[in-house]
T-cell receptor, first 113, second 114 residues
Framework: DGGITQSPKYLFRKEGQNVTLSCEQN?????MYWYRQDPGQGLRLIYY???????QKGDIAEGYSVSREKKESFPLTVTSAQKNPTAFYLC????????????FGPGTRLTVT | GENVEQHPSTLSVQEGDSAVIKCTYS??????FPWYKQELGKRPQLIID?????GEKKDQRIAVTLNKTAKHFSLHITETQPEDSAVYFC?????????????FGKGTKLSVKP
């Protein structure tokens, strides 16, 4: 559980402001992922990265941006272009290759008013 | 692309009874099927997974079955306990690399009544 961390746990922002969510892992995993969780919607993939300095859009990337400058870190920026940013955001990591088991962070609940 | 359907969305059982959650997937190339348990306000945690080269896997009170022909897989929890109450998610993927992205079902909220 302690191998992947997210901060902060709760985040409040005013509409129109960009906000960056932190995700760090010390599991030496190559792949990292960002999901958004809304009630009754399951987990939806925002962005993923299989290797440092490379990332790909997921199913709902509009209004979000990411970077992967270090293997351990995969921050997510929720921009003002995201029309409905209030949600629970989960970061995950996995060993790349054939093994797909993903380990999740504790999540950040973002509220935008 | 892959689509995963999960049923039921809510499930209520009496303590000691069994619970079954079912998922269907659309992409016959999918070969990895994990189940995650998420307690209220906490992170999803892997509880069991199965790969397409086996039909059933058990771990104490939980088991997963896979029917590749019908493209569905199920989670079975026996002798349910109140601490089994949580939201359960199934997922499917085709394996590693970019194909390793998990496609999740929408979840089943299981309530175990004492």
């Amino acid at each position: 559980d302690g191998g992947i961390t997210q901060s902060p746990k709760y985040l409040f922002r005013k509409e129109g402001q960009n906000v960056t969510l932190s995700c760090e892992q010390n599991l030496n995993h190559d792949a990292m992922y960002w999901y958004r969780q809304d009630p009754g919607q399951g987990l939806r993939l925002i962005y993923y990265s299989q290797i440092v300095n490379d990332f790909q859009k997921g199913d709902i990337a509009e209004g979000y941006s990411v970077s992967r400058e270090k293997k351990e870190s995969f921050p997510l920026t929720v921009t003002s272009a995201q029309k409905n940013p209030t949600a629970f955001y989960l970061c995950a990591s996995s060993i790349s290759g054939l093994k797909s088991e993903q380990y999740f962070g504790p999540g950040t609940r973002l509220t935008v008013t | 692309g892959e689509n995963v359907e999960q049923h039921p969305s809510t499930l209520s059982v009496q303590e000691g009874d069994s619970a079954v959650i079912k998922c269907t997937y659309s992409d016959s190339a999918s070969n990895y099927f994990p189940w995650y348990k998420q307690e209220l306000g906490k992170r999803p945690q892997l509880i069991i997974d199965i790969r397409s080269n086996v039909g059933e896997k058990k771990d104490q009170r939980i088991a997963v079955t896979l029917n590749k022909t019908a493209k569905h897989f199920s989670l079975h929890i026996t002798e349910t306990q109140p601490e089994d109450s949580a939201v359960y998610f199934c997922a499917a993927s085709k394996g590693g690399g970019s194909q390793g992205n998990l496609i999740f079902g929408k979840g089943t909220k299981l309530s175990v009544k004492p």
